[in-house]
């Protein structure tokens, strides 16, 4: 069975950096994609990037466009999520989740996701 866990979290000046990682665990990553999603309190979680297992097909939301960079690393069964020029929005908590290959950009948006992480806190202070 996947399990994924999220680490990297913290807290961070803004325009500060972090790295979020996701590993997962019990299955190969192959014909899985993978997305990073953020919740607020009080708002729904929301897909920051998704990535298939092939690395071929990305998906960015708008407001972390030229901010951040997903990227995954099937040998050691870890999905990053750089996050460079971190602002006060971009604070919440981050969960990795995981579903059978599909389009990302439909994964990010629908949050389309099988198995998902325990989450880790991302703070940027004002």
């Known amino acids: 069975q996947l399990q994924l866990v999220e680490s990297g979290g913290g807290l961070v000046q803004p325009g500060g950096s972090l790295r979020l990682s996701c590993a997962a665990s019990?299955?190969?990553?192959?014909?899985?994609?993978i997305g990073w999603f953020r919740q607020v309190h009080g708002t729904e979680r929301e897909g920051v990037s998704c990535?298939?297992?092939?690395?071929?097909?990305?998906y960015y939301r708008d407001s972390v466009k030229g901010r951040f960079t997903i990227s995954i690393d099937n040998t050691k069964r870890t999905v990053y999520l750089q996050m460079n020029s971190l602002k006060d929005t971009d604070t919440g908590v981050y969960y990795c989740?995981?579903?059978?290959?599909?389009?990302?950009?439909?994964?990010?948006?629908?949050?389309?996701?099988?198995?998902w992480g325990q989450g880790t806190q991302v703070t940027v202070s004002s």
């Open positions: 019990g299955v190969s990553l192959d014909h899985l994609a």
């Open positions: 990535i298939s297992s092939s690395d071929d097909d990305i």
């Open positions: 989740g995981a579903t059978p290959a599909v389009d990302v950009q439909a994964m990010c948006q629908l949050r389309i996701a099988s198995s």
